[in-house]
């Protein structure tokens, strides 16, 4: 359904009261690409990345704060990103695509020679993402709904960049309905993103399992 042989659980069966969310062993380290040309009208991202900068082993990264010029540093890019395990993107959905900026830093910092290509393997064994808001329903991301096209299905370019890189790809981490979405599903929203990424962490967290999962928000609520 998605990259190949990865697919995704959780893998937490055994461990479910025994061990705490919050006392579980860091092992991953997440970089969150954070991209936002209008962060100033933001309400739903805004509290998405509220606080994210204090959940043990995340760096939260804001490209439209760094480079408003869009004058990225290739090379300090590079060195964040191989200091990480995990890459999250993390944007409003555009017109069904990423912010121009996040596009930019894509085709500068994940280039020829250094990310892909025979000798390109900067990025390699590390885990790809997004994370990603959208003012659609998810009913409306089907193919019998308004937008025509699966979520899955309008992030496959990211999908085989993954692949390109020979990175291993997450399911996304959707938040839907942000035209609509009320004042306590926000906060809900936020909350459940930092649960995520707690977990995402965790090295009991684990991307083995044969069936796979649409959204990464799906195997979060199965561990409510
Ligand atoms: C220029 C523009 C294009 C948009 N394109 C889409 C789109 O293709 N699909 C969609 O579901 N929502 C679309 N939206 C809605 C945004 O995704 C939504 O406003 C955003 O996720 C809200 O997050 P925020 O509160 O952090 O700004 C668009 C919004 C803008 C301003």
Request: proline share 4%; charged share 25%; net charge positive.
């Amino acid at each position: 359904m998605w990259s190949g042989s990865v697919s995704l659980c959780v893998s937490r069966k055994n461990r479910v009261g025994k061990v705490k969310e919050t006392a579980a062993a860091i092992v991953r380290s997440i970089l969150i690409v954070f991209a936002h040309p209008a962060f100033e009208k933001s309400r739903v991202n805004r509290a998405l990345v509220s606080g994210v900068d204090k959940v043990a082993g995340v760096t939260f990264h804001d490209l439209y704060e760094l480079y408003p010029e869009m004058d990225i540093d290739v090379k300090a890019e590079q060195r964040l990103l191989q200091a990480h395990d995990v890459v999250l993107l993390h944007y409003p959905f555009f017109l069904y695509g990423m912010p121009a900026l996040l596009k930019e830093w894509m085709d500068l910092v994940l280039v020829h020679g250094w990310a892909f290509g025979s000798r390109g393997a900067a990025m390699r064994d590390k885990w790809l993402g997004a994370v990603v808001t959208t003012g659609g329903g998810r009913v409306s991301y089907s193919r019998d709904g308004f937008n025509r096209f699966t979520m899955r299905e309008l992030l496959a370019p990211l999908e085989q960049t993954a692949c390109l890189c020979g990175m291993r790809y997450l399911p996304p981490y959707v938040v839907h309905g942000t035209n609509v979405i009320a004042k306590e599903g926000i906060s809900s929203s936020a909350a459940d993103y930092h649960r995520m990424l707690r977990l995402l962490s965790d090295d009991a967290f684990r991307f083995d399992s044969p069936d796979g999962r649409e959204y990464l928000n799906d195997c979060l609520n199965e561990k409510r």
